[in-house]
């Protein structure tokens, strides 16, 4: 019998499992009663930088759920601080990046040779690992060069990525220099996390669905694949998530990842059809059917398992992070729900053998 | 030799063409200086409300492009007013419908009774059919019940669609009760569009991309198809568009329209095989390519048509809508290359034959 303190990790690897590893995007978040005390008292890069902070909520979180992995808290947007941007969290509004960049000049004094700046996320993972002590594997994480891209060119979250694309389309070079130095940085940053005891590191590209196939292996894949391959040959596995990816599973796969993580909008089983049944899987509830009924959460639950047909290699999770106003006893639910219902037809097919 | 004037109706009914038939969504919109002018005086809804206005601009933006058909100007959202709600834009932060319906008494107490209140589209229809006098067909075009429905309950735009989808999941008979009177509001529209002179009409479930598959299926489909027989059974065919909907297109193919639209984060081919080359094909350039260097765009348009292969039954247009600051030169550009490029190996395969 394989214990459950493996699961996650299995799982990644796309070995059995005693049941279905599960944990969620943003499980510690606004929906948690122990993280709003914490950010009544600390502005949200307070607690980012302090890592006695953010380890608390990461275990708080991991705890109180009772899922299989911990991922650590911070902001994607961290690594644009210490590249010579300022960052803030408008009321409301979400993300402020400054400047903004638009110009060749502008990408040529980024810098690209960060040190220890971002060191609090590792010293929170070492937090986190010893309050566990292996019982629960931290995931590290960051934002992919793409999102992080697309952050500092727009100042902000983009409804239609116009200077993005814009960027890509009429100054490639300039697009591809931004690349390089995000790569360069975010290598630094993972490595950090890994020697820091991440069991698993996930690549944000959240906002990577906005773009043509051909313009994501033009202008995206070359450096998501770098970073993916800098990662794993530490033998770390990465989870490679973005969102709205129905027409782009073939491309992602591409990048190399153990694990593509995809959002509700592509049914898992023609998800993981869609790229060999490679990878391992990652998803895929919409994290608003957590405001459904009982019974009818419990029904989207078996749903996703089925639809991920008892293969090794899948970790449930939702398919984007816990919307702020989620009932936490729903999350809960849904943890011991996956186990239950993963569990009960492994262990009779392993009868059966 | 086929004509270039019934291009347009051709394709839709996958017929031979000349050349290849293109429109864009949004045509007559903020990015052209004549449209400009014209809202530099009136409303939004004043000019929606006013035929000879809606006409006006209608007309001046397919004349200036060159273009194969000519939509009608109206707003999405025009039949929320009859039903009994209220509708206005706010600078910038686009449409507020208000009050928003969360309740069953809120949804029991809409109108679905509607006659004469939505004529002036129909008669600016009629205007710009008396323009072109065939010469170019006039498109109608209504949201979709879903999407529509989506703007009631959240009260506009939505990033989330909590509230639509709580709603769906909490209340079904509410729900279901919400899409009966809007397939019934939006039947009496489209039959009066169609009777005006409306060649084709398009149904925008704009953000009907945000559902999962067996959401789509059980709380959308139903109504959508129901809608767009009541259309084509008057032999006008229905273009049934929708964003980010690569893991949809065979359950918007069960709805039935001829013409499917697809956005560009689908590759045009691809989408094509998923619904087995049935229905004609609408799309499908990334909105945001009007804004590369001009010899980029031209090649971005032929890769357009090449993923379409050739096939009958492809009609060129955006993957959205044209963006206000888009460059008016490239659109133009756009629909003499479409033309261009698609009548050449055309004229050759005729002529092999």
Redo the contacts between chains.
């Keep these: 019998m394989v214990d459950s303190q493996g699961r996650f990790l299995r799982a990644c690897r796309r070995q059995p499992v005693d049941a279905t590893p599960v944990w969620f995007m943003r499980q510690a978040g606004r929906y948690l009663p122990a993280y709003r005390a914490v950010r009544a008292r600390h502005t949200l890069l307070e607690v980012c930088k302090n890592p006695e902070l953010s380890a608390e909520v990461t275990i708080t979180a991991a705890e109180q759920l009772g899922v299989d992995a911990a991922i650590i808290f911070a902001d994607l947007l961290l690594p644009v601080e210490p590249m010579g941007l300022k960052l803030r969290f408008s009321d409301g509004d979400g993300p402020v990046v400054e400047p903004v960049l638009r110009e060749a000049k502008e990408v040529a004094e980024l810098r690209s040779d960060i040190g220890g700046e971002l060191g609090f996320v590792g010293e929170a993972i070492r937090w986190v690992n010893k309050h566990f002590g292996g019982r629960v594997p931290v995931i590290g994480f960051a934002g992919a060069p793409f999102t992080l891209a697309s952050y500092m060119v727009e100042g902000g979250s983009s409804r239609?990525?116009?200077q993005t694309?814009?960027l890509m389309?009429?100054a490639p070079e300039t697009w591809a220099q931004l690349m390089e130095k995000l790569c360069a940085v975010l290598e630094t940053y993972l490595e950090g996390q890994v020697e820091a005891g991440a069991a698993a590191v996930q690549l944000f590209d959240s906002w990577a669905?906005?773009?043509?196939?051909?313009?994501y292996r033009r202008y995206v894949l070359p450096y998501s694949r770098r970073l993916i391959q800098a990662v794993q040959s530490a033998d770390v596995p990465v989870i490679h998530f973005a969102t709205?990816t129905?027409?782009?599973l073939a491309a992602m796969h591409d990048a190399g990842a153990a694990v593509l993580g995809v959002d509700?909008?592509?049914?898992l089983g023609?998800a993981w059809a869609a790229v060999g049944f490679e990878p391992a899987i990652q998803g895929n509830l919409?994290?608003?059917?957590l405001?459904?009924?009982s019974a009818?959460l419990r029904q989207r639950v078996a749903?996703v398992l089925k639809q991920a047909g008892g293969r090794p290699g899948h970790i449930f999770n939702l398919g984007h992070g816990i919307?702020p106003?989620t009932p936490v006893d729903n999350v809960r639910a849904v943890v011991e729900w996956v186990h239950e219902l993963s569990a009960a037809p492994r262990a009779k097919s392993a009868a059966d053998e």
Excluded: T
């Design positions: 239609h990525f116009l694309k814009s389309y009429n669905g906005c773009l043509a196939e051909g313009d709205g129905a027409g782009l509700w909008r592509i049914e023609h919409d994290p608003v059917a405001f459904a009924p009818e749903a919307l106003d």
